[in-house]
Every structure is written in structure tokens, then in C-alpha cells.
């Protein structure tokens, strides 16, 4: 099965995401899409009032900005991209962590910096798989928003790429899969000025080099660590690269994005 993740800037692009979506809507066997939303969470914030605060590529999230997440990843967006999936023939079912219970998270606890309600996954294991497969099983393609809970009445905000690698390795044990990462380059770039630099192939070897370097930064640290993550625990195939050649990618084109292995 295909596990894609897409980013907050195909999201905020209409006819980006309408492109995406009718490729991925047309991508054969079972499927699970993960959206983010970064971008439109920030910008509705501004709307009302509410300043984005990041470290390290993660959002602090004071209980405001809980109220704002909920709404925006698992009302606006997520019933969104349903909508627009179910107008392409594809049978979505929008969820959050929270929904049959699938993801269990623990509130971060507080050291250095306070992330206030951000939910870390213990791991593959918390995973409830038998009610993802019974719903991949009835033929539906789930659509998780980047929301866990606690099982103490809280919603959680999570990473994107962290459910998507998650989702990915609890899986692994009962499906062969394949992890993509869409967003809006050609894959990893060598220099991030030329959209042409793709990095075909990154090992666990290269991607050490890359960091010392400098070339990876920002926030392709988490994705590679994320997707370092899901191959180490027996996911079979991951690859970052552009949501315009999510077709090429999925049919395993080699040519397309970079291809991360151990
Ligand atoms: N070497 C690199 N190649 C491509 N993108 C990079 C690289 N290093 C850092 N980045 C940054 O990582 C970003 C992707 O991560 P992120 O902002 O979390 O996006 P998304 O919402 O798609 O997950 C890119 O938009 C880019 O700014
Ligand atoms: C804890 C945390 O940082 N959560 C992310 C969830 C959204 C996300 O991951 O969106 P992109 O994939 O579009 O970046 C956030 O609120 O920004």
C-alpha cells in the first residue's frame, strides 16, 4: 500500500492541490493520505489574532492555538481535500488520531522549551491497527489530519511527517509500504536556489554529510529523520520529492524525487 504525506504550501495552492489530488485519487491498491496545513493554520491565526510560534519546525501550542489547529486541520482542511477526493471518484474518510482511537499520543513534557498541547506517538506499537485495516479493508482511502489525542478528553497537535512515518511502520507488519513525501520542490535539493538539484539517492551515510554541510536544514531534518525512522522499522520504500510526479513516484520511477534508503 501507499502512504502520502502532502505539505502545507501544495495545500495552499488551489490548482496545486486540485492536480495532486486527481493523481492521487487515480493511484491504484489500497491508499492513506496525510495532510499537513502549517501554512493555513498560521494564516487563519493572523486572522484571528493569534501569532504562530515555531522551534525547531514545531508549533508551540498554547490551548488558543489548539482551538485554532482543531478547527483549521480537522474541520477546514481536512473536510476539504474529503470533498475534493470524493468529487474524484475516490471514497475518503477524513480522521484525526482521535477518530476509533487510531492515534494515542502523550502531551510533549516540558524540558527546555514548553510545546505546550503537542502530542509525541510512543511509537508503531501505540497504533490501533485493526481499526485502520478494517477501514482500508471496507475499500475507503483514510485522510488523517495532523491530530492525535490523550485519551483524557485533549486533542493534540502532531507533526505531519511524524503520523505519516508512524502510520507507515505500524502498517509495515501487514502490508507492503511505500512512504511518499509530496511537497513543492523536485525532491532533496543540493542548493536550495536550483529547483534542478535534485539528490537522487540519499543513504544513512550521505544524509550525515548533508547535515555537516548544510545542505539539509530547516524543515528536511524532520522529514528525513521521519523517514529514516519508518525504514529502520520495516517499511520498504520511502521517497520525498514533488507533488506534481506523485504518479512517477508511486509506479517506483526512479528519475522522480529522492529515493531515501538505509
Ligand atoms: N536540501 C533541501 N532541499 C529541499 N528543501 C529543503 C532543503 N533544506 C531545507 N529545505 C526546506 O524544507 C522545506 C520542506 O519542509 P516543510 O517546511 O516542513 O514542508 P512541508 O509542509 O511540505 O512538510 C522546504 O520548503 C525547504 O524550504
Ligand atoms: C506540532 C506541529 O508542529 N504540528 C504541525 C502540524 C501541521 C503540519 O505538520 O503541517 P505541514 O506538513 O504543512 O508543515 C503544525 O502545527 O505546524
Do not use: W
Given at each position: 500500500?501507499i502512504?502520502?504525506?502532502i505539505?502545507g504550501?501544495?495545500?495552499?495552492?488551489?490548482?496545486?492541490?486540485?492536480s495532486?489530488?486527481?493523481?492521487?485519487?487515480?493511484?491504484?491498491g489500497?491508499?492513506?493520505l496525510?495532510?499537513?496545513g502549517?501554512?493555513?493554520?498560521s494564516?487563519f491565526?493572523?486572522?484571528?489574532?493569534?501569532s504562530?510560534?515555531m522551534?525547531?519546525?514545531?508549533?508551540?501550542?498554547?490551548?488558543e492555538?489548539?482551538?485554532?489547529?482543531?478547527m483549521?486541520?480537522?474541520g477546514?482542511?481536512?473536510?476539504?481535500?474529503?470533498?475534493?477526493?470524493?468529487?474524484?471518484?475516490?471514497n475518503?474518510?477524513?480522521?484525526?488520531?482521535a477518530?476509533?482511537n487510531i492515534?494515542p499520543?502523550?502531551?510533549?513534557?516540558?524540558?527546555?522549551?514548553?510545546?505546550?498541547?503537542?502530542?509525541?506517538?510512543a511509537?508503531?506499537?501505540?497504533?490501533?491497527?485493526?481499526?485502520l485495516?478494517?477501514?482500508l479493508e471496507?475499500?475507503?482511502?483514510p485522510?488523517?489530519?495532523?491530530?492525535?489525542h490523550d485519551?483524557?478528553g485533549?486533542m493534540?497537535?502532531?507533526n505531519?511527517?511524524?503520523?505519516a512515518s508512524?502510520?507507515?511502520?505500524?502498517?509495515?507488519?501487514?502490508?507492503?509500504?511505500q512512504?511518499?513525501?509530496?511537497?513543492?520542490?523536485?525532491?532533496?535539493?543540493?542548493n536550495?536556489?536550483?529547483d534542478d538539484?535534485?539528490i537522487g539517492?540519499i543513504?544513512?551515510?550521505k544524509?550525515?554529510?548533508?547535515?555537516?554541510?548544510?545542505v539539509?536544514?530547516?524543515?528536511?531534518?524532520?522529514?528525513l529523520?521521519?523517514?529514516f525512522?519508518?525504514?529502520?522499522?520495516?517499511v520498504?520504500?520511502?521517497?520525498?520529492g514533488?507533488?506534481?510526479?506523485?504518479?512517477?513516484?508511486?509506479?517506483?520511477?526512479?528519475?522522480?524525487?529522492?529515493?531515501?534508503t538505509?
Open positions: 500500500m502512504i502520502v504525506k505539505g504550501n501544495i495545500l495552499d495552492n488551489p490548482e496545486r492541490l486540485q495532486f489530488l486527481a493523481d492521487f485519487a487515480a493511484l491504484p489500497p491508499k492513506l496525510v495532510h499537513g502549517g501554512k493555513i493554520a494564516a491565526g493572523q486572522r484571528l489574532g493569534i504562530p510560534k522551534v525547531e519546525g514545531r508549533r508551540i501550542t498554547d490551548a492555538t489548539l482551538e485554532l489547529v482543531t483549521v486541520y480537522g477546514l482542511v481536512n473536510k476539504q481535500v474529503v470533498a475534493k477526493l470524493q468529487a474524484l471518484g475516490c475518503a474518510i477524513g480522521l484525526t488520531g477518530d476509533a492515534i499520543a502523550q502531551k510533549r513534557p516540558v524540558q527546555s522549551i514548553d510545546y505546550g498541547f503537542v502530542g509525541d506517538v511509537g508503531p506499537e501505540s497504533i490501533n491497527v485493526d481499526a485495516g478494517a477501514i471496507a475499500g475507503l482511502t485522510v488523517f489530519a495532523p491530530l492525535t485519551r483524557q485533549n493534540l497537535n502532531t505531519a511527517d511524524t503520523i508512524v502510520l507507515a511502520t505500524a502498517l509495515a507488519p501487514k502490508y507492503n509500504v512512504l511518499v513525501y509530496c511537497f513543492e520542490k523536485k525532491g532533496v535539493l543540493q536550495a536556489e536550483d538539484s535534485v539517492h543513504t544513512t551515510e544524509y550525515k554529510t548533508l547535515k555537516a554541510e548544510g539539509v536544514n530547516a524543515g528536511m531534518i524532520p522529514k529523520d521521519n523517514a525512522a519508518a525504514l529502520s522499522q520495516g520498504q520504500a520511502v521517497q520525498i514533488d507533488a506534481a510526479a506523485i504518479a512517477q513516484m508511486a509506479a517506483g520511477g526512479g528519475q522522480a524525487g529522492t529515493l531515501i538505509l
